[in-house]
């Protein structure tokens, strides 16, 4: 088919996300994951864009599992809200 799949922006809440995303003079982290290199990139382009600080968590299946939800196992990084400060 020819798609490719990268996801983020999906550890935290809808208000959060439509919140400034400066804090305290850094910017507010969403985590990104893919498979594939060329599809995470527009994705973190565009997080920049947006004010965001993107961090790669790596592949589907291993930065998947730092920010999912299944069942009763909650992943390490969900719902974190976190932000980075330039140094």
Do not use: C, M
Request: hydrophobic share 45%; aromatic share 8%; proline share 3%.
């Amino acid at each position: 088919s020819g798609a490719r799949f990268g996801k983020g922006f999906n550890q935290l809440i809808a208000a959060t996300l439509a919140a400034d995303p400066i804090v305290e003079g850094g910017h507010r982290i969403v985590f990104l994951s893919s498979d594939d290199e060329d599809a995470v990139a527009p994705v973190v382009a565009l997080a920049k864009q947006l004010g965001f600080a993107p961090v790669k968590l790596g592949k589907l299946d291993e930065g998947g599992a730092l920010v999912h939800a299944r069942g009763r196992i909650w992943g390490q990084l969900i719902f974190q809200d976190l932000f980075k400060k330039e140094q």
